[in-house]
């Protein structure tokens, strides 16, 4: 299978999915891709896809991202001695202006889900890495890829329950929800301002957003899975006070987590919660099996969990990463996905779980 890489192809759909999400201006190719803005004409056809597509006006990327992405495209007209529309100094001098007077520290985050952009979803998220005292405001690397390989093994998703640890804004459940039919789906966090976020997030996608048409004209949007999300539902989860008595009201046959191993003061807790989670009766379709995606930024600090794992006994096995990069997100980090289990289950069942 052709291994695609977005970046070696730079073209008004790939430019508009990568503004949408936020990616990097830098990023975009925008200095080879000279057929987006060599006329006054392809210059409006690109405001359309981006700035002022109907998604962005509703939900839209920061205004500094937004002036960082028209500044980029100005200095490459004026390098190549392309003419620049009225069109484009005037939005561009408008978010000028919008920039001196924003007081907003959150902007919105969209992600396609696929090649025909039939599905997206959306994200409000803060400006600042860390806000409010945690870093959960924001979405992590290791959620878009977790999200990348739900959408290759929907399989393994389809008619489960499923239980999120540390969901953060919802990228990685939010995309299941929307695209591989699990029977139920419960996120979790612990901070409470990121409940609050994954909240607002969860009724913003429920809402069946189609403003998919400004992309991808062609596609019919009352056929769009906006509105179409499972059961679901938001649980507070901390994982240094979860008891065995919390169980009774999970029994998840799936265990997924994101970027959750960052402090080595945490993988204790982590690890117990996931054998306890791992040893539930699950939902009735087999053993429960956890999947957990993590930005290896720090080699001693992963080792650590890898260690813990050990020495609880669960079993681990390294996932294939994701053939296809739908999403657009930074990758410029290791990400691995695990996939662990208990050997010796059902015989090492909690009792208390399915009761």
């Not at 891709?33 to 359309?48: G, M, N, Y």
């Not at 396609?112 to 005292?133: A, Q």
């Not at 029994?251 to 791992?278: S, T």
């Not at 290791?334 to 050997?343: E, K, N």
């Amino acid at each position: 299978m052709t291994d695609f890489k977005m970046e070696d192809v730079t073209n008004l759909s790939t430019v508009s999915a990568q503004f949408l999400a936020m990616s990097p201006v830098r990023k975009m190719g925008l200095e080879n891709a000279d057929e987006l803005f060599q006329s006054v004409e392809s210059q409006t056809d690109l405001l359309k896809m981006t700035i002022k597509s109907a998604i962005a006006q509703k939900h839209p990327p920061s205004v500094k991202y937004q002036e960082a992405f028209l500044k980029t495209l100005i200095q490459q007209c004026e390098a190549k001695g392309y003419e620049i529309g009225d069109e484009l100094y005037e939005v561009y001098t408008a978010l000028l202006s919008n920039f001196k007077s924003e007081a907003n520290d959150e902007c919105y985050r969209t992600y396609l889900l696929s090649n025909t952009n039939d599905t997206s979803v959306t994200l409000k998220e803060s400006v600042k890495m860390i806000s409010e005292g945690t870093t959960g405001l924001n979405t992590w690397p290791a959620a878009g890829l977790l999200a990348e390989w739900a959408m290759e093994n929907k399989d393994a998703l389809c008619g489960r329950t499923i239980l999120e640890l540390g969901s953060g804004m919802g990228l990685t459940g939010l995309t299941i929800c929307k695209t591989c039919q699990p029977a139920r789906y419960i996120f979790s966090d612990c901070h409470d301002s990121v409940l609050k976020g994954l909240e607002e997030n969860i009724a913003i996608n429920v809402a069946g957003d189609h403003e998919q048409s400004s992309v991808a004209p062609e596609i019919d949007t009352e056929d769009t899975k906006g509105d179409r999300i499972p059961d679901n539902s938001v649980e507070c989860i901390d994982w240094k006070d979860f008891e065995k008595n919390d169980l009774q009201r999970l029994n998840a046959g799936v265990i997924l987590a994101a970027d959750v191993v960052f402090d080595p003061r945490i993988i204790e807790h982590l690890v117990r919660l996931l054998r306890l989670l791992l040893r539930c009766q699950g939902d009735g379709q087999g053993r429960p099996t956890a999947y957990i995606a993590s930005t290896i930024r720090n080699e001693a600090t992963y080792r650590a969990f890898l260690q813990a794992l050990d020495k609880h006994h669960v079993s681990t096995e390294k996932m294939e990463i994701p053939a296809h990069k739908t999403l657009h997100f930074d990758r410029s980090c290791r990400i691995q996905i695990l996939r662990l289990w208990l050997p010796g289950w059902p015989s090492s069942q909690e009792t208390v779980c399915g009761q």
